[in-house]
Every structure is written in structure tokens, then in C-alpha cells.
Nanobody, 128 residues
Framework: HVQLVESGGGSALAGGSVRLSCAAS??????YGWFRQAPGQEREGVAA???????TYADSVKGRFTISRDNANNTLWLEMSSLKEDDSATYYCAAETSSPLLTALLALGIPSPGAFTNWGRGTQVTVS
């Protein structure tokens, strides 16, 4: 039974920091991504990390957010700093097995949500 469980969300002040984590179980994935969705908006990619540790970020979070993973414990993190009110959203962890298509998409940036088939339920981050 594949399960992704996010944690670490909550309220933060603008300029502050939040650390999100995602625990994966039931399968060992190669590629992970963090996505976010604000009310009335489409889900957008925030950051992604491949099996070799290579990362990619949305322009809006570059230099402020850091994605990392612990392969031994199937855990993914998102360190968020210099938070802005625009960062307020529900943050989702996504995971997928590697494929040539996914590798090609990662080379171009963060794949669209449709490239991932495994999702957590999300954790809310509110910045004020």
C-alpha cells in the first residue's frame, strides 16, 4: 500500500521559515516533487529531486526553498525560508518511478502534476 504523508505545515510570519517533510511507504520511489495549490488556483510545481540528487525549482522559490531527500528512510523535505504571503498554499508531496520521459521532463524543469501518480493529502502553509 503506497502512502505519502506530509507534515510540518502551519502558520509562519513573512520572512520566516518552515520545514515540510514527506514520509513515503509501501514503495521506493526515484523521483519526488513538491507542489502547492492556493485557493482558486491551479496546482503548481515548487521543486523536484531525482534519484541522483539533482534538483530543480520554480523561479518563484529559487534561492529560498531547498528540496532534499533521505533515500534510506524514504523521506523528502522542503526547507522554506524568506517566506512571502504568496507562498501560502496547501503543499503536496508527489512521487514517481523513473522513466526516460520523466528524466527528460526534469531536464526542462518541474514536470506538470500529471507526470506524478502518487500523492500525499497535503499540508497547509499560511504566511502572514
Amino acid at each position: 500500500h503506497v502512502q505519502l504523508v506530509e507534515s510540518g505545515g502551519g502558520s509562519a510570519l513573512a520572512g520566516g521559515s518552515v520545514r515540510l517533510s514527506c514520509a513515503a511507504s509501501g514503495y521506493t520511489f526515484n523521483t519526488y516533487g513538491w507542489f502547492r495549490q492556493a485557493p482558486g488556483q491551479e496546482r503548481e510545481g515548487v521543486a523536484a529531486i531525482d534519484s541522483d540528487g539533482s534538483t530543480t525549482y520554480a523561479d518563484s522559490v529559487k534561492g529560498r526553498f531547498t528540496i532534499s531527500r533521505d533515500n534510506a528512510n524514504n523521506t523528502l523535505w522542503l526547507e522554506m525560508s524568506s517566506l512571502k504571503e504568496d507562498d501560502s498554499a496547501t503543499y503536496y508531496c508527489a512521487a514517481e518511478t523513473s522513466s526516460p520521459l520523466l528524466t527528460a521532463l526534469l531536464a526542462l524543469g518541474i514536470p506538470s502534476p500529471g507526470a506524478f501518480t502518487n500523492w500525499g493529502r497535503g499540508t497547509q502553509v499560511t504566511v502572514s
